[in-house]
């Protein structure tokens, strides 16, 4: 298969991970994080070990005042002001530190997550990276220190995935001084407690929304729903906002006429990378208390971790938080990486930033769908491991399984996160920026080639699973190759194919971030010091190459005949073949072990 370099700079681009082969000592793991950054970890969760986990209970009860003050108390912590820069009185830390930070708050629950998600992304991240001089300094130190929060107003009964199509408007007044702005919008996080609303409204026929820093004051035609009645995150505040005759000073508009949606996308990409980070340790704390439950919990006179049963749950569980961390880390420092190598070329920290993260769109959109179905599963089968107990709302994993399933839904649905991630790439490819076409037209060469019948060299340490995830590349490249060949720009009409391709692309980055992640580590340590890291690098390709398989039949067949279609299902079948099938049960005991001898999520 041809590769792709790197480009002009040797970083990568966002989306090449699909047609470039990465070296493990070019990817950042949760195992490089700097002094600093484990400071920053043990500070952020002795934070929520003592303002949050004591008082989970109180947050089920809709206690959201609860909410409001741990989020002042994060704010003097300084956990608030991470993404903000110096001058702005926050921490201007990196990418990573800040990706870290969102980590670890978000752990013990969801109305915190998302309380902390929607102030320093949505509500304030607009404000930074798009605002005036005048604007950043008038409201980004108060929001960055946690004396105001902020709240985003996208959303509208009408205008949901659809976001530009809003039916908010703002007018000029007549004497030119503000924008009068009337409209509804819905499901606002942090709606009841913040002092500023990032509200996106439409100059009269503009094709697009454009956006406003409006201050919540109550006299100036505010007002606010009844909270919601949620299946989750009870404690964080979502109610609609009513503007009436809001009126808005015409300096506060946020970058130009029609910026609006661009604003509004680009918040997003953030958002999405970020909300992946916030489902890592709900994870983690999923896993250890359901570990800690299965060690105690007797039945038949025997400890449940003891069967086989649950400790397949408890190696699956581990599995996809390992994997989950190894690529979202990765996506981090790729970017972090991408933003210093714009501020080195000129660019202030703002564009630096926007454009740093919106080359890696498309794995923020790759890491926001994959991590939050893993805490939707881990939950569930932490209520599973927990039995009768699991169902009772006193005990943890009811209230995390709730919590999880709005990461799947806000921050743009997972499946419009899948179908933008195949969309976004094959973009990219047309642009020049990632070439897929000369792999892809290699592959169908491939197809119709005699396959070699060498017995390749595996005796490296995850060498034939590195070997694999280049034939599952191939199968990404055949049939989203094939696709858009057959349909050209029709190809977003056929939502089942495209989402059958994202979920290849899902599955090669996050298995490959997880073998990488291993790689490097074995070449610090040993293979034996990383056994178990190794066994979840193959168990969840083996799942992988399972999914892949499935998803690329349905596709396959879903555009394809005849002679056609059998050359094609033989071309996966070839690169879906191990030479040497893992022995999954094995795998899996070995994880559990090392899992129920912590009592804990260990890596
Ligand atoms: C608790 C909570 C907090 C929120 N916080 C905020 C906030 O702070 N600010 C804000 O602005 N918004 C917020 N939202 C709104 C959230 O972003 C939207 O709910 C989300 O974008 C989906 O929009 P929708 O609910 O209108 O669903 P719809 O867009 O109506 O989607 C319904 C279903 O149809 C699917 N669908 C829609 N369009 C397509 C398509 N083109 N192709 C295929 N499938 C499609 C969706 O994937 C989904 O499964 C919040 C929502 C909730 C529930």
New binding site residues.
């Given amino acids: 298969m041809a590769t792709e370099t790197t480009n002009e700079s040797g970083i990568i681009r966002g989306g090449q991970f699909i047609v470039k082969e990465t070296n493990p000592q070019d990817v950042f793991t949760p195992e490089d994080f700097s002094e600093e950054q484990i400071m920053m970890k043990e500070s952020v969760t002795e934070f929520v070990d003592k303002e949050v986990v004591p008082h989970k209970e109180r947050f089920e009860k809709k206690d959201y005042a609860l909410t409001e003050e741990v989020m002042r108390k994060a704010g003097e912590m300084g956990f608030l002001g991470v993404a903000v820069p110096e001058e702005y009185d926050g921490l201007g830390m990196g990418f990573v530190s800040t990706m870290l930070v969102c980590d670890y708050i978000s752990g013990a629950t969801g109305s915190i997550a998302?309380a902390f998600g929607?102030h320093t992304g949505?509500g304030t991240m607009p404000i930074t990276l798009y605002g005036t001089e005048e604007q950043k300094k008038k409201y980004v130190p108060k929001l960055a220190t946690g004396e105001w929060f902020g709240?985003?107003?996208?959303?509208e009964p009408g205008a949901?995935?659809?976001a530009n199509s809003g039916k908010t408007k703002a007018e000029l007044t007549e004497d030119g001084k503000h924008y009068k702005i009337n409209g509804q919008?819905m499901?606002?996080?942090n709606a009841g407690f913040c002092n500023v609303f990032v509200v996106f409204a439409r100059l009269e026929d503009d094709k697009n929304i454009t956006g406003f820093i409006v201050e919540n004051d109550p006299s100036n035609g505010i007002t606010l729903g009844e909270e919601e009645h949620?299946l989750g995150?009870h404690s964080?505040s979502?109610r609609q906002v009513f503007f009436n005759d809001c009126l808005v000073p015409v300096e506060n508009m946020l970058a130009g006429r029609g910026e609006g949606f661009k604003i509004a996308m680009n918040a997003l990409n953030v958002g999405r990378i970020k909300l992946a980070a916030a489902c890592l340790d709900a994870q983690r704390r999923v896993i250890s208390l359901a570990t800690q439950y299965a060690n105690e919990r007797e039945q038949f006179k025997t400890p449940i971790a003891k069967f086989g049963a649950i400790r397949k749950k408890l190696a699956d569980m581990a599995t996809s938080a390992y994997v989950g961390e190894s690529a979202s880390y990765r996506a981090a420092k790729d970017i972090e990486n991408r933003i210093h190598i714009r501020q080195e070329q000129g660019d202030e920290f703002a564009t630096a930033e926007l454009k740093g993260v919106e080359e890696f769109a498309i794995e923020c959109s790759i890491l926001k769908v994959a991590v939050s179905e893993d805490i939707q599963n881990c939950s569930d089968e932490g209520i599973q491991i927990y039995g009768g107990m699991g169902f009772s709302a006193d005990a943890p994993m009811e209230a995390a399984w709730r919590d999880a399933r709005?990461s799947r839904?806000?921050?743009?649905?997972n499946?419009?996160n899948r179908?933008l991630a195949v969309g976004m790439l094959v973009k990219k490819a047309m642009k020049g920026h990632v070439n897929l076409l000369e792999p892809a037209m290699a592959v169908a060469n491939e197809l119709t080639s005699i396959p070699s019948f060498d017995v390749p060299d595996f005796s490296e340490p995850l060498s034939e699973e590195m070997d694999m995830i280049k034939k599952l590349k191939k199968v990404f490249l055949m049939v989203a190759g094939s696709a858009v060949q057959k349909f050209g720009t029709e190809l977003e009409q056929h939502?089942q194919l495209l989402i059958a391709a994202s979920d290849i692309l899902i599955e090669i980055y996050m298995a490959e971030s997880a073998i990488l992640r291993t790689q490097k580590n074995i070449a610090r340590s040993s293979e034996e010091a990383q056994k178990e890291q190794i066994a979840m690098s193959q168990l969840y390709l083996y799942h992988a190459v399972k999914i892949i398989q499935n998803r690329a039949e349905e596709g396959i067949a879903s555009f394809a005949e005849g002679d056609e279609q059998r050359m094609m299902l033989m071309g996966l079948k070839r690169f879906t073949k191990y030479t040497n099938l893992p022995n999954i049960v094995a795998l899996r005991n070995t994880i559990a072990d090392k899992v129920t001898d912590s009592n804990a999520y260990p890596f």
């Fill in positions: 998302t929607a949505i709240a985003y107003c996208l959303t949901g995935s659809d919008k499901w606002i996080s949620k995150i964080s979502t709005i839904i806000y921050e743009g649905t499946e419009i179908m939502q």
